[in-house]
């Protein structure tokens, strides 16, 4: 079983950036499929990137396509999110998650929340106006 724990949110004003970080422990980490969800004050959590195990595929919510970038690194079992050109509805709790599967969904990816079976505590990415 995979333990997640992200890091790297923070307090940034509209148009900056920051890097979040997932490290992994506990499993082999190039045997899931990663993504980001956040889930802001008050709304349902709402899935932001994802990435395949090998790190092919990739996707993002259109409402960060140009400005989020996800990336991992299998080698040192960590999974990033590259956030630029931030806005105030980023404001969320960010969560990386992990899903696990056969060897043949090596390029599979994962975008509805609900597809994942490990979570981390999350971070706090606050982007003020």
């Known amino acids: 079983q995979v333990q997640l724990v992200e890091s790297g949110g923070g307090l940034v004003q509209a148009g900056g950036s920051l890097r979040l970080s997932c490290a992994a422990s506990?499993?082999?980490?190039?045997?899931?499929?990663m993504g980001w969800i956040r889930q802001a004050p008050g709304k349902e959590r709402e899935f932001v990137s994802a990435?395949?195990?090998?790190?092919?595929?990739?996707a993002h919510t259109d409402s960060v396509k140009g400005r989020f970038t996800i990336s991992r690194d299998n080698a040192k079992s960590t999974l990033y999110l590259q956030m630029n050109s931030l806005k105030p509805e980023d404001t969320a709790v960010y969560y990386c998650?992990?899903?696990?599967?056969?060897?043949?969904?090596?390029?599979?990816?994962?975008?509805?929340?609900?597809?994942?079976?490990?979570w981390g505590q999350g971070t706090q990415v606050t982007v003020s106006s």
């Open positions: 998650a992990a899903k696990g599967g056969p060897w043949y969904t090596i390029n599979r990816l994962y975008t509805g929340t609900h597809e994942y079976d490990y």
């Open positions: 990435i395949s195990r090998n790190g092919a595929s990739t």
């Open positions: 506990g499993g082999t980490f190039s045997s899931y499929a």
